[in-house]
């Protein structure tokens, strides 16, 4: 019940309207004590509700839900027409489509939800999912490389997220070793891979792709990175569903380069979009720290770091990379 009770506040309030406790409690059979439990829970997921006395509740901005309709349209304009799932509440968009494997799923399909109560990063961090801010999306790629070629992928996906911010807003991105998407050196986006099968033999892969839109400042305190959004970059209104389309699109088409075409495709594009290139860096392996200078990626995906003369191919992992100045 209280599932229903969200999911119809958050359609009502979506449109920026003052929305009755009253009214709504009457309309779906519930006590007015009741829709203020579930608006404080919204609230508690990152919506800015305010309430107004004799007036209900509003949005302290109108709110465009994602629509799976109106992403498969634009899809198939692009000729793309992937499976799209959209949830307004998961634990995490990764974690659904890792338990759909093997059997519910097919190549390209997508999973997108407006909050995530458990979403993950890297290195075991959250990953703050505030409700309606941002784009949480997750997708089924089936790799027929098997694992050794899964160090790719989050290259291949970074250009995508790229290509996407390029068409929709003209604003150039910075690429940052091994999962990271910045602007002006703060991460707008992150990327989580998580695999499962054998080494030799074609594996599950779920890529997940978070993506910054428009911060709510509660959330933005809770972030434990410099972090930045892709509003405050564009004087465009970032439609949600357009870019999640976009996203989408891009991601089907890199994914199939790289299958046709392996990972050296794409090396010159991604070292001309390394943030780090040429840059002296921290490489930070759990204890361990080495240091060096970036020159880019191979054609394994691999960092290739200059250790004192040394090219050195850094091979993924739980390493982290910074800059040192
Ligand atoms: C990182 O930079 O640490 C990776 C962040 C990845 C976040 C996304 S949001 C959608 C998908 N579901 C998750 O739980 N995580 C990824």
């Not at 198939?76 to 338990?99: C, F, G, P, Q």
């Not at 899964?150 to 995508?160: E, F, K, R």
């Not at 990327?191 to 910054?212: A, F, M, R, S």
Request: proline residues 3%.
């Amino acid at each position: 019940m209280a599932k229903a009770i969200k999911e119809h506040l958050i359609k009502k309030l979506a449109t920026g309207d003052f929305v009755s406790g009253q009214i709504l409690g009457d309309e779906i059979g519930v006590s007015r004590a009741a829709i203020s439990k579930q608006v404080n829970a919204l609230s508690e997921m990152g919506l800015d509700v305010f309430r107004v006395t004799g007036k209900g509740y509003k949005l302290v901005e109108p709110l465009e839900l994602l629509n799976k309709s109106k992403i498969q349209h634009i899809l198939a304009k692009d000729n793309n027409d992937a499976i799209v799932e959209v949830h307004n509440i998961i634990d995490s968009t990764n974690d659904y489509l890792m338990r759909r494997i093997p059997n519910h799923i097919q190549n390209g399909q997508v999973c997108l939800a407006e909050y995530q109560s458990a979403g993950r990063g890297r290195r075991g961090r959250q990953w703050v999912s505030p409700f309606g801010s941002h784009l949480y999306m997750s997708m089924y790629w089936s790799l027929e490389e098997g694992m050794s070629a899964a160090m790719g992928i989050s290259t291949v996906v970074a250009l995508a997220v790229s290509d996407a911010i390029k068409l929709l807003y003209n604003i150039d991105v910075e690429l940052k070793w091994p999962n990271d998407i910045y602007i002006n050196g703060l991460k707008l986006a992150g990327i989580l891979i998580d695999l499962e099968g054998t080494p030799h033999e074609p594996c599950h892969v779920v890529i997940g792709i978070g993506l910054n839109l428009n911060m709510p400042n509660k959330s933005g305190a809770l972030v434990d990175q410099p972090w930045t959004d892709l509003q405050r970059h564009t004087t465009k209104k970032v439609d949600r569903n357009t870019l999640a389309a976009k996203v989408i699109y891009f991601l089907s088409k890199r994914l199939e380069q790289h299958k046709e075409n392996g990972l050296e495709s794409v090396v010159t594009e991604w070292n001309a979009q390394d943030y780090f290139m040429n840059k002296k860096v921290k490489l930070i392996t759990g204890k361990n720290e080495t240091k060096g200078v970036c020159q880019g990626i191979n054609a394994q995906g691999a960092l290739l770091l200059n250790v004192e003369g040394e090219l050195t191919p850094i091979y993924g992992g739980e390493v982290s990379l910074r800059g040192d100045a």
